[in-house]
């Protein structure tokens, strides 16, 4: 079975300063790994994703994860926070073409002035 | 393409009335999901299909709730009779090559 973990319900960063959100996840496959936002009132956008190749992907706004399968993590990174970038983040895990996604239960963003 | 689209996008109805939320994927994918968002439970799965078949209904909380997938084009997700605690946003996401789009919700006010 697949699950994801994120650690952190609530971050807050300063504007300007390093955003790190963790996600583990497990998976008895080679996961499919994704990112998502969550702007107040709307739907979930993803952000970026790994399915194969680079380890080391690139999203929107700056974002970017790493996929390391020896600590079976997808950490989210962006180097300078923005005011903007104040959401809720869910990482995701799916075993690939089709079958379920399995959401962490979130990590809410606050971006302090 | 004009996205994953449900409607409606707000509904407030009184308990105990029949709610009907709707679904259009975007076209060519294969996997449609129902999701329910609370503060308290976050994103709960309730449902999903492949090719338009139920393949896991074990998120559908209780009888109440059910959810049909005529055609590959349509979808819904039907509360009777609803409860206030059915109040939630109501999303749906349909997957293609593993990744999922999502439609911009249905809040559902129970009242």
């Known amino acids: 079975a697949q699950s994801v973990t994120q650690l952190g319900s609530h971050v807050s960063v300063s504007e300007g300063a390093l955003v790190l959100l963790r996600c583990n996840y497990s998976?008895?496959?080679?996961?499919?790994l994704f990112w998502y936002v969550q702007y107040p009132n709307q739907g979930l956008q993803l952000l970026l994703k790994?399915?194969?190749?680079?380890?080391l992907v690139k999203g929107i706004n700056g974002f970017e994860a790493e996929f390391k399968k020896s600590e079976t993590s997808f950490h989210l990174t962006k180097p300078s926070a923005h005011m903007s970038d104040a959401a809720e983040y869910f990482c995701?895990?799916?075993?690939?073409?089709?079958?379920?996604?399995?959401f962490g239960t979130g990590t809410s963003l606050t971006v302090i002035p | 393409d004009a996205g994953v689209i449900q409607s409606p996008r707000h509904e407030v109805t009184e308990m105990g009335q029949e709610v009907t939320l709707r679904c259009k994927p975007i076209?060519?994918?294969?996997?449609l999901f129902w999701y329910r968002q609370t503060m308290m439970r976050g994103l709960e799965l309730l449902i999903y299909?492949?090719?338009?078949?139920?393949?896991?209904d074990s998120g559908m909380p209780e009888d109440r709730f059910s959810a049909k997938m005529p055609n590959a084009s349509f979808s819904t997700l039907k509360i009777q009779p609803s409860e206030p605690r059915d109040s939630a946003v109501y999303f749906c996401?349909?997957?293609?090559?593993?990744?999922?789009?999502f439609g911009q919700g249905t809040r559902l006010t129970v009242v």
């Open positions: 996401a349909s997957i293609r090559r593993g990744e999922a789009f």
């Open positions: 299909f492949n090719n338009n078949v139920p393949i896991d």
């Open positions: 076209s060519g994918h294969d996997y």
């Open positions: 998976s008895s496959v080679p996961p499919y």
């Open positions: 995701a895990v799916s075993e690939g073409t089709g079958n379920q996604f399995y």
């Open positions: 790994y399915t194969t190749g680079a380890t």
